[in-house]
C-alpha cells in the first residue's frame, strides 16, 4: 500500500507542474487584442468602413489570418464574408459579392474593411477575427452595422422652399404694408433738392429721366394702391 500511494504521490507531483505550465501558455495565447466599434452608421448608397485594429505579441507572419463573419440583424447563423492570409480573399457569393474591399495593414495592426454602396438589408452584427500562430486566442469585440436613409438633403431642401414660399412673399407684403400706410398718412412725401442751374442738355436729360422715374413711381403706386382714397 505505501508504495501504491508513493507512485501516485509521484504522479500527482508530475502532473502540477505540467498543469501550471499549460496555464501558463494559455495566458500568453491570450495576448492577442482585438479593438472595433461597438457601432458604425452609414447611409444607403455611401461607403462605410468597418474599422479593426489588433496587437499581437509574437512577430506578424504569414500565417496571420483575417475573418469578418456577419449575422442578419434579423437574426440567422453566422458566415464569413471576408477573409485575408496574404492576400485579400472578397465574398465572390452571397449579398456582399464585389461589395467589400480591403483597407487593412497588417504591419500597423490594421484589419478595417470597407462595404461599397450598402442597404439597410445589409444591417447586423460583424466580428473581426484574427489569428497569428502561436497568437490564436481572443476576445470576440462585435460591431453592429446600422445604415439609413440619408435625409439631411430633403430637410434643407425642404427649409429652402418654405422660406421661399413663405418667408420672402410674406415680406414683401409687409413692406407694400407698410409703404401704402406711409402714403396714407402723408409720411412719405416728395421732396424737391436745391440744385445748381443745369444746361440745356442737362435739363433735357433730366427731364427725360424724370419723367420716366415719374410712370415708374405711378405704376409702383397703382400697384399698391388698389382701393380708392378719400378725398383729403
Known amino acids: 500500500m505505501r508504495g501504491s500511494e508513493a507512485v501516485r504521490a509521484a504522479e500527482i507531483g508530475f502532473l502540477v507542474p505540467r ?29 462605410v468602413v468597418l474599422k479593426c485594429s489588433f496587437k499581437s505579441s509574437f512577430p506578424i507572419t504569414e500565417s496571420l489570418t483575417i475573418d469578418w463573419t456577419y449575422r442578419p ?34 504591419a500597423k495592426g490594421d484589419a478595417s ?31 453592429v452595422l446600422i445604415v439609413t436613409e440619408r435625409g439631411f438633403s430633403f430637410q434643407l431642401t425642404s427649409v429652402t422652399l418654405l422660406s421661399i414660399v413663405v418667408f420672402i412673399p410674406s415680406t414683401v407684403v409687409v413692406v407694400l404694408m407698410l409703404v401704402r400706410m406711409g402714403r396714407k398718412s402723408g409720411l412719405i412725401k416728395e421732396k424737391k433738392k436745391p440744385g445748381c442751374k443745369k444746361s440745356s442738355v442737362e435739363e433735357s436729360e433730366s427731364e427725360y429721366t424724370d419723367s420716366c422715374m415719374e410712370r415708374l413711381k405711378t405704376w409702383c403706386w397703382n400697384c399698391v394702391d388698389t382701393d380708392e382714397e378719400d378725398p383729403y
Open 19 to 47: 498543469g501550471a505550465l499549460l496555464l501558463l501558455g494559455i495566458c500568453g495565447a491570450l495576448s492577442l487584442d482585438i479593438k472595433t466599434s461597438p457601432e458604425v452608421r452609414g447611409y444607403v448608397g455611401e461607403q
Open 73 to 106: 440583424l434579423t437574426g440567422g447563423r453566422m458566415e464569413t464574408v471576408f477573409h485575408y492570409q496574404s492576400v485579400a480573399y472578397p465574398p465572390s457569393v452571397g449579398k456582399f459579392k464585389d461589395r467589400i474591399s480591403w483597407l487593412g495593414n497588417t
Open 113 to 143: 474593411i470597407a462595404i461599397q454602396s450598402p442597404s439597410v438589408s445589409d444591417n447586423g452584427t460583424f466580428i473581426c477575427s484574427v489569428k497569428n500562430p502561436p497568437d490564436v486566442y481572443h476576445n470576440i469585440p462585435q460591431t
